[in-house]
């Protein structure tokens, strides 16, 4: 059974390329449509249900992280497999965060490109060994970053986590401690720089996944 692809991309001519690339491989894969933007992979993910989507990250409208995102909530069954120019940490991470299958290098061969495309039907993740390398290194040097955040916070900063996670207000973490809510908000400023963190939710959680706070204090 030969392996249903979509190709996703806004340069025409590498589509036509990866096309012409396929025909050479009618026996294993066949092209059943081509998007030229990340509305359009969803829009075709969904009328086409390919086995495999080859999806380029830089589109107008809606990017291809984004509509990897997407895709794999709506048609888990899809494989969305990457293939970009971007060698970016950032866009490797996000995209495996995204629920992708493969994040695929346009430098690759053919053959190594067609022995990802069946490898990803099989359950295979679609991904070099330098890229797994990045992406290991990547996830370790978090990790460190972490533990180095979570040590690096001073008692009352720890305070602060803890009460910001029991769900208290600025203004109420403000009474319980008896500082101003400026102080507060200067607290929680340096809370998430220290985490990595983007906002009090993504706070709360990490205080509770680190058993900071226990669920039943909230």
Do not use: C, W
């Amino acid at each position: 059974m030969t392996i249903r692809v979509l190709i996703a991309d806004d340069h025409k001519l590498f589509r036509q390329g990866l096309i012409s690339l396929m025909k050479t491989r009618q026996d294993m894969v066949e092209v059943v449509g081509e998007a030229e933007t990340g509305e359009e992979a969803i829009q075709f993910a969904e009328q086409l249900k390919p086995d495999v989507i080859l999806m380029d990250i830089y589109m107008p409208q809606v990017d291809g992280l984004q509509a990897a995102k997407v895709i794999h909530a709506r048609f888990p069954k899809i494989a969305v497999v990457i293939l970009t120019s971007s060698e970016k940490d950032g866009h490797l991470y996000e995209a495996v965060q995204s629920g992708v299958s493969g994040y695929l290098l346009k430098s690759l061969d053919a053959e190594e490109l067609f022995t990802m495309i069946n490898g990803v039907t099989h359950g295979e993740a679609a991904m070099t060994r330098a890229v797994a390398s990045r992406l290991l290194k990547g996830v370790a040097n978090r990790v460190s970053q972490d533990d180095k955040g979570e040590t690096s916070l001073t008692e009352r900063e720890l305070l602060v986590l803890r009460l910001v996670a029991s769900g208290a207000s600025n203004s109420e973490i403000a009474k319980n401690l008896s500082i101003s809510v400026n102080t507060v908000k200067s607290h929680l400023k340096n809370i998430l720089e220290k985490l990595h963190l983007d906002n009090r939710t993504q706070a709360a959680t990490y205080a509770f996944e680190r058993g900071l706070v226990s669920p039943r204090n909230r």
